[in-house]
């Protein structure tokens, strides 16, 4: 039972450019939420996702980022003319939503901006 | 909403020696509460949970407890060793929204 999967590891990208990272949730997981942490610093909530809903968007920038969990394939979080505030670690977490159950991460993709 | 607090932010400790780690939580309908650890460039894993109905629970040297009335709950870790340092999270799933609210997590050093 494969966990959960984030790609890419790392990422870099110039200013002004876009970034893409995807998450496949575990195996029966219908649940997703995304987490920027900084160097040092604790896991900040960004958004959690059903699929093809957002459920909560209360942690995410209102400019430049979206996200999406469609009905078919990966979650994406989706940075716009991305800027160097925006180097960090961005993990992705799933979870069955059915009860008191764990979330569980990916190993995060390490955005860099040039 | 919910809101978690976790102490102490740093705790060294000689090996051997046993580490305590405290949160607290403001929603009392919360009923589901995990900890992580993350070793440095890794993802946060799930080490012990809790859920509402127990007051404590043990998995080798780590143990978790839980006061429902004084809404906070504690990660023991005995025995300590070298390889148990890392940053510790808790938190708490708040039972409206079923967002997992993190503390802003422990660093635990074991010195040899």
């Known amino acids: 039972n494969a966990g959960v999967m984030q790609n890419p590891r790392h990422l870099v990208r110039r200013r002004g450019q876009e970034a893409r990272l995807r998450c496949s949730p575990m195996k029966g997981h219908s649940h997703v939420y995304w987490y920027r942490q900084l160097p040092e610093e604790g896991l900040k909530f960004m958004v959690y996702?059903?699929?093809?809903?957002?459920?909560?968007e209360s942690g995410m920038p209102k400019e430049r980022f979206s996200a999406e969990f469609p009905k078919e394939g990966p979650s994406i979080l989706r940075i716009q003319q991305v800027v160097r505030g925006d180097s960090a670690a961005y993990f992705c977490?799933?979870?069955?939503?059915?009860?008191?159950?764990?979330?569980?991460f990916g190993d995060g993709t390490r955005l860099s901006i040039l | 909403g919910e809101n978690v607090e976790q102490h102490p932010s740093t705790l060294s400790v000689q090996e051997g020696d046993s580490a305590v780690i405290k949160c607290t939580y403001s929603?009392?309908?919360?009923?589901?509460f995990p900890w992580y650890k993350q070793e440095l460039g890794k993802r946060p894993q799930l080490i012990i949970d809790?859920?509402?109905?127990?007051g404590e629970k043990k998995d080798q040297r780590i143990a978790v407890t839980l006061n429902k009335t004084a809404k906070h709950f504690s990660l023991h870790i005995t025995e300590t060793q070298p390889e148990d340092s890392a940053v510790y999270f808790c938190?708490?799933?708040?039972?409206?929204?079923?967002?997992?609210?993190f503390g802003t997590g422990t660093r635990l050093k074991v010195l040899a």
């Open positions: 929603d009392s309908a919360s009923n589901y």
């Open positions: 938190a708490a799933r708040d039972a409206g929204t079923y967002k997992y609210i």
């Open positions: 996702l059903q699929k093809e809903n957002i459920i909560d």
């Open positions: 977490a799933s979870s069955s939503g059915t009860g008191n159950e764990p979330q569980h």
């Open positions: 809790i859920r509402s109905n127990v």
